[in-house]
């Protein structure tokens, strides 16, 4: 097993945002990322990407510690396609926070868990948050 220290695991973390999230770089993928989470990222990146094509992810702090990186994100974005079956309103969401935690083993990221803001985001799109 590939040990990286703390500041390697958020590298990993800031590359898979600015190379996969912000360049629309696929390949990254492979790359920095390894099982399911490697199929995870790619499934959410594309439709991501068609929704909000000038998506942008900004990196607010990065907390590391053995094989865990917590990342806290300002994301901003303007609806351009289809978002959860919603379509477009061409309106822009600004500053929705969002907090993940990744793992990495062997040098890869292998899962995150997150929380986003989401209710702001539909609020700035104008779309009703559907009941449960």
Not at 36 to 46: C, G, I, N, T
């Amino acid at each position: 097993m590939d040990y990286l220290s703390a500041e390697e695991n958020k590298l990993l973390v800031r590359r898979f945002v600015d190379e996969a999230v912000a360049r629309h770089n696929l390949e990254i993928i492979d790359e920095i990322t390894a099982g399911k989470f490697a199929d995870v990222a790619r499934r959410w990146v594309r439709p991501f990407w068609s929704a909000f094509p000038d998506f942008e992810m900004e990196i607010i702090e990065l907390i590391g510690e053995d094989d865990t990186v917590v990342a806290h994100f300002r994301c901003s974005g303007t609806h351009r396609g289809e978002w959860l079956g919603v379509p477009p309103t061409g309106r822009r969401f600004q500053n929705v926070d969002e907090i993940y935690i990744f793992h990495v083993r062997d040098a890869k990221l292998v899962s995150a868990f997150g929380v986003e803001d989401n209710l702001t985001r539909l609020r700035q799109l104008g779309i009703s948050p559907r009941p449960f």
